[in-house]
């Protein structure tokens, strides 16, 4: 199965941050894609699931050029499945298939990758979680990106989202761990 992206949406906010320091640079890429399960019910969605590979693979370039001079530490994923559509659908294009590319296109990433889903028609919102892409406990990654697409997803279309950071919050200071603590094969110190 191809999944052809209809639409794209890019979404970039810039906060300021004290001097010597980088600013926080949040990204959000959005792929419009015609649901082919809008309608109906099928057991099987592995198709969806592996053509959520190309979709990844796509995501992460236009990513990584927005995100760009930064590189991409936190990151988050996302979707709406039009109301012709379930929620399943969705989380069928975010599983492991989807994200391996991201995670090459960043330079690895140990970290599960948060998410969030939901079943909505244009003008839904929604937050896309962020955690650091290395360890989950690197509290300061922990944040997100708020969206709200006014012209997607149709009834018959999925949104589907990746986000990106390139550091954790401006001002954190909450403990936990810090992104200079993040090694080993797990992520973990």
Do not use: C
Not at 19 to 28: D, H, Q, Y
Not at 84 to 108: D, K, M, S, Y
Not at 173 to 189: A, I, S, T
Request: proline content about 6%.
């Amino acid at each position: 199965m191809q999944m052809p992206v209809k639409r794209w949406f890019t979404f970039v906010e810039e906060t300021a941050a004290p001097a010597g320091e980088a600013p926080l640079r949040k990204v959000a890429i959005v792929a419009v894609v015609a649901n082919p399960y809008a309608g109906r019910y099928v057991e099987d969605l592995k198709p969806m699931i592996d053509a959520s590979l190309e979709l990844g693979r796509l995501m992460a370039e236009r990513g990584v050029q927005a995100m760009a001079p930064h590189k991409i530490v936190g990151l988050g994923k996302g979707g709406i499945a039009g109301m012709a559509g379930e929620q399943e659908h969705v989380n069928a294009l975010l599983t492991t298939a989807f994200a391996e590319p991201i995670r090459a296109a960043i330079g690895g990433g140990k970290a599960w990758i948060s998410s969030m889903t939901k079943r909505g028609g244009p003008g839904t919102s929604i937050d896309i979680p962020f955690n650091h892409k290395d360890a989950l406990y690197v509290r300061s990654f922990y944040d997100g990106i708020s969206l709200t697409l006014h012209d997607a997803p149709q009834p018959d279309e999925i949104a589907l989202i990746a986000g990106f950071a390139n550091r954790g919050r401006v001002g954190a200071r909450v403990g936990g761990l810090r992104p200079e603590d993040v090694k080993g094969e797990n992520g973990l110190v």
